[in-house]
């Protein structure tokens, strides 16, 4: 038998105190060290404002009232790509901090950096009069688009708005209270956040309700309290979410009416339903999950679905059913233990352009994302302190060259825009190519030759270290043989919070060595192609061209051979979306296509050959031929009348094209 100490024994008691200062102290000495690993610190750069410093010195200590003083700084910086960076403390606030500028007219392109997720916190004061009582909800952040529509920063030019390595606390006593009200358009996370309501009150974590919201990435988030963790409204765009966690809501984890919402690594601990999918045209794709109630039990069910559903390797459990289905089809879940494992559910029967194609999806192997944390500052490669000056009009080139092969592991291009007159080749030396949201543009007759275009970035060396590249921009008006980035080296590679866009130009990204790997996180850019046996894991990827020529004559995305897995992707226009052939293998869990006219002159799909599995919805438009299939010789299609519709677009469970 196991002796147990017995706590009033003087002995044993000091053994208690001892362990249990022993026991204090490595926390301390724990937590300590996990700020430390969390630490995001920037170099002196004008594009990155330190809201403790002049000319706003905020008061971080939570003594203090900062509203007006953040307001500033966002009215002085919104629209500018600018990182609003908050050191390490408390930031008491009363109202709202809005995307407007001085004028109050709402704006985009701006980002509030934390030090670190649990040591920066924004704090709503406790029982803010204009955030309780009978008064209309009100958020803490509200961020906005460029084009001001009602409501109020409503729209589909929120481009870049992001909130990262952070605490939102909404205090106690504010029953109206939003922690967030999110607009984001193409390229822009909420990430790495940690939402919490004092009490449990208040109407919501994040809220996505106005029009138009998405695509956008929320990740690593966690929300405790509120009625709803998540509200979403509006029909267009689309919204990715990854590493969630949801927690004592009032009402719903998720409530989505009618949008389109890719979920993967959901943790909900709830009694009450963690998804609640409102109107047939709601569409949820949910991976990987977890819907708990934490032990009591419950009469609701995890997941209540009017609209269309994939929903895989999901564990259920304390919930009195699994999925109730209230659209046509009917298709419940029961409890058939506890916890309940949905293996693979579709809402509706996949659709086939062969009868002979199984009816599963792939199920293809999913990679996390790679990080890298970075040595201190002193040790970085800062551009400008290679003579790279930014404005456009000096060549930086060479500066940046230098820089890349400096053999500092975080190469740095503070804020402003670099005239590129040649391929930059970034070493196997580098680990974190990171920018304050720089642009690099591509200029002269290097990238003008469209028979043979030339790569902007070259990534090279034979290292099998994750690169990350992150906050980088590009721009071009005229570089018609333009390639952004070209990945000619198997080391894995990552794209996050980037906006590799051009006017012009043959391809965002590809690669020209085979068996790699490659990233794709929180990115616009155009079009992709993977070459060979290249592995590619995206999460909110928007590779679109804004150049109708370009649109017309290329998918967006091509799989020559390679092995593509997507969660989230939202793509805007009238060419074929993607082309798997030469073997590969592709899926897509979740796309959102939003047509500028109805196609019929070039498939959604081409799958020559090779396996796909897609899961999507269209809007506004749509295609007249979904996927024209070939297997041998023989080629099949799949029409618009074939799948499900939903107004002037479809809804579609699953495409499956596979042998």
């Known amino acids: 038998m196991r002796k147990r100490l017995h706590p009033e024994n003087p002995i044993t008691k000091h053994m208690f105190r ?20 969390e630490t995001i610190q920037y170099p002196s750069d004008p594009g990155v404002i330190d809201v403790t410093k002049a000319p706003y010195f905020a008061d971080n200590t939570g003594a203090t009232d900062v509203t ?32 407007v500028n001085s004028s109050g007219n709402w704006k985009a392109f701006l980002m509030l950096q934390g030090q670190s997720r649990a040591g920066t916190i924004i704090r709503l004061a406790d029982n803010t009069p204009s955030f309780g009582g009978s008064n209309p909800a009100k958020a803490v952040i509200m961020t906005g688009s460029r084009d001001n529509q009602n409501p109020p920063g409503g729209g589909n030019e929120a481009f870049m708005n992001t909130i990262r390595n952070m605490t939102l606390h909404t205090g106690s006593g504010n029953t109206q209270a939003i922690a967030v009200d999110y607009q984001v358009s193409n390229q822009g996370a909420i990430k790495n956040v940690t939402i919490k309501s004092g009490d449990g009150a208040g109407v919501c974590g994040i809220a996505l309700t106005r029009g138009w919201p998405g695509p956008g990435l929320v990740k690593n988030v966690s929300i405790e309290g509120f009625d709803y963790g998540i509200k979403l409204g509006h029909a267009d765009y689309s919204m990715t979410f990854e590493h969630l966690t949801l927690k004592n809501q009032n009402l719903y984890g998720i409530y989505c009416d009618a949008n389109t919402i890719h979920v993967r690594k959901l943790t909900s601990t709830n009694t009450v339903p963690a998804i609640r999918m409102l109107v047939g045209g709601s569409h949820l794709t949910l991976l990987d999950s977890t819907l708990t109630t934490g032990g009591p039990a419950s009469t609701s069910a995890a997941i209540m679905l009017q609209g269309i559903a994939y929903v895989r390797n999901t ?20 409890m058939d233990g506890n916890p309940t494992m949905i293996d693979e559910y579709f809402a509706f029967d996949p659709n086939k352009a062969f009868s002979s194609t199984p009816s599963t999806a792939l199920n293809l192997p999913v990679e996390e994302t790679p990080t890298y944390v970075d040595g201190p500052i002193s040790e970085w490669a800062n551009a400008a302190d290679y003579g790279a000056i930014s404005g456009g009009s000096v060549d930086a080139t060479v500066a940046i060259q230098n820089a890349l092969n400096s053999g500092k592991a975080t190469v740095y291009i503070p804020k402003g825009t670099y005239k590129i007159t040649g391929t930059l080749t970034v070493p196997a030396t580098v680990r974190h190519l990171l920018s304050a949201n720089g642009v690099l543009s591509p200029e002269g007759s290097a990238f003008d030759n469209a028979a043979s275009p030339t790569p902007l970035l070259r990534f090279t060396g034979s290292t099998t270290q994750p690169l990350i590249v992150e906050q980088i921009w590009t721009s ?18 990552v794209f996050q919070h980037c906006a590799l866009i051009t006017r012009k130009g043959r391809y965002g990204y590809h690669n020209t060595v085979p068996g790699g790997k490659v990233f794709f996180e929180d990115v616009a850019t155009m079009r992709i192609r993977l ?3 290249q592995k590619l894991w995206a999460r909110q990827l928007n590779p679109e061209s804004i150049n109708d020529a370009v649109i017309n004559e290329y998918p967006h995305m091509e799989n020559f051979g390679g092995t593509w897995w997507s969660l989230g992707v939202k793509i805007e226009g009238h060419a074929t979306i993607m082309e798997t052939r030469d073997g590969g293998t592709s899926e897509i869990m979740g796309g959102f296509w939003r047509m500028l006219a109805n196609v019929s002159s070039r498939p959604m799909f081409k799958n020559d050959n090779s396996r796909m599995a897609v899961t999507y919805r269209t809007s506004y438009a749509d295609f007249t031929t979904h996927v024209s299939e070939t297997r041998g010789a023989t080629t099949n299609t799949l029409l618009r009348s074939q799948v499900k519709t939903y107004g002037n677009g479809s809804n579609v469970t699953m495409y499956l094209g596979y042998e």
Not at 72 to 89: C, E, L, M, S, W
Not at 317 to 331: F, H, P
């Open 18 to 37: 001892s362990f249990i200062h022993m026991w204090c102290l490595y926390g301390a000495i724990t937590s300590l060290s996990l700020l430390k690993a």
């Open 315 to 334: 564990s259920v459990s304390g919930y009195a059913t699994a999925l109730d289905s209230e659209n046509s089809n009917n298709r419940d879940v029961a």
């Open 68 to 99: 007006a003083i953040l307001q500033q700084a966002i009215y002085d910086h919104v629209d500018t790509r600018k990182i609003i960076y908050f050191p390490n403390g408390t930031y008491k606030v009363s109202d709202t901090l809005k995307w």
């Open 476 to 493: 071009s008006t005229y570089a018609v043989g333009l390639i952004i980035a070209e990945q000619a080296t198997t080391r894995p590679l």
């Open 531 to 533: 070459n060979g046996n």
